[in-house]
């Protein structure tokens, strides 16, 4: 994309996205922004005014978009995506949750609404391709495109991004995937942007800083049950499945609590804190561990489904790495076949060279060789 195109940008409000957009204006190319709205504020607060709850962000967003397009001189349209949101993701969202799973919507939001609607209302208004703000980058090679980290290693989102495929890849730029974020805060700060300093937003993007479990509360039943310990001796009584993550330590509800027998605790003192370690969704039991170092905790290999590969094939079997978490380090593994077809045989295999901490049905399990972004997918199991 070396001569002047029209890229539609996707402006968030924040400032990576509004530096993406000045940066594709300095390449001389016709730059329009779009800010998307995923969900609809009305869905924020129970009662009372959504803008009023302390959560919710949208205008405010789109307020700092429109002064950034401003700034830059470019158009902005403010598209509603919420509609696709809810069927494409949120849906999926909330099943997952209730299979007492824990999925991760902004790698499906990635995938089927700011690559894929919101890549098809840009082509519908004569755009070349598109660009965001995410830290990562793409290369053509013989004819093919990979994805790749950004080259900030402590904000490289290609984690979020492997589900994009070639045709998506084909039309996507990341302009600040090159770029330290120090290096985008100048530039944004140089040129005078009005969200220069705003500060990077956190949490799922239809949740925002919401506390997460008041937030699911509003959607997920409460089937209370027992909390045992890995002797299967009860110690307290858990809210709802849906509402705990594996690994999770902090809101069990059982903070303090000595073991029954500190002799038998593997991992941790009788004072070390509790982990949730399993859910047994057919007796609707959470289990829980003392010690971050508890076998309970860690895995040497697992099973994915849902394959999705950026080169369209998977790759060969053999030495990769892999993360199963974002901000993960790169963790030395083989993709191994199947000793049978799971999930429609789009299922596979990774051993890892070291055990890992708390890998999560629900979660994305990614591969990379090197720099290179392989694609992954959706963690089932994890085995000792």
Not at 38 to 59: L, P, V
Not at 163 to 184: D, W
Not at 342 to 358: L, P
Request: with cysteine.
């Amino acid at each position: 994309m070396s001569e002047r195109r029209r890229v539609v940008v996707g402006l968030s409000g924040g400032v990576d996205s509004a530096v993406s957009a000045h940066l594709l204006k300095q390449q001389g190319h016709e730059v329009i922004g779009i800010f998307m709205k995923n969900w609809e504020d009305d869905d924020r607060a129970s009662s009372g005014s959504a803008e009023d709850d302390g959560y919710c962000t949208s205008r405010q967003d789109f307020l700092d978009a429109a002064a950034v397009a401003d700034v830059l001189g470019i158009e902005i349209e403010h598209v509603n995506f919420a509609a696709d949101y809810k069927d494409r993701v949120f849906a999926d969202f909330l099943r997952e949750y209730q299979a007492g799973r824990t999925p991760n919507p902004d790698v499906l939001c990635n995938a089927e609404i700011k690559f894929k609607a919101f890549l098809d209302h840009a082509m519908r208004l004569g755009a070349d391709g598109i660009a965001t703000g995410h830290y990562a980058r793409v290369r053509q090679v013989d004819g093919s495109f990979q994805l790749l980290k950004g080259l900030d290693p402590l904000k490289d989102q290609s984690y979020f991004l492997h589900r994009l495929n070639q045709a998506q890849l084909s039309k996507t730029l990341f302009p600040v995937g090159e770029l330290p974020k120090t290096e985008v805060r100048r530039i944004a700060a140089e040129i005078g942007l009005p969200n220069a300093k705003k500060k990077d937003s956190t949490g799922i993007c239809f949740i925002g800083e919401r506390p997460f479990r008041e937030f699911l509360n509003r959607y997920l039943a409460h089937t209370p049950g027992p909390i045992k310990d890995d002797h299967g001796r009860v110690i307290g009584e858990h809210v709802g499945l849906s509402f705990y993550t594996l690994g999770q330590r902090k809101g069990i509800g059982i903070g303090g609590l000595k073991a029954p027998d500190a002799r038998a605790v593997r991992g941790g003192g009788d004072h070390a804190p509790w982990f949730t370690a399993r859910k047994d969704m057919a007796s609707n039991t959470l289990y829980v561990v003392q010690g971050h170092d508890h076998p309970w905790l860690h895995s040497l290999s697992l099973v994915a489904g849902d394959a999705s590969w950026v080169a369209g094939v998977p790759p060969a079997v053999g030495p990769l790495a892999a993360k199963t978490r974002y901000r993960q380090a790169d963790a030395a593994c083989a993709l191994a076949p199947l000793g049978a077809p799971v999930s429609g045989g789009d299922a596979f295999q990774v051993v890892f060279e070291a055990a890992q901490w708390a890998a999560t049905p629900g979660q994305s399990v990614v591969l990379y060789d090197g720099d290179v972004c392989l694609g992954g997918g959706v963690i089932t199991s994890t085995q000792p």
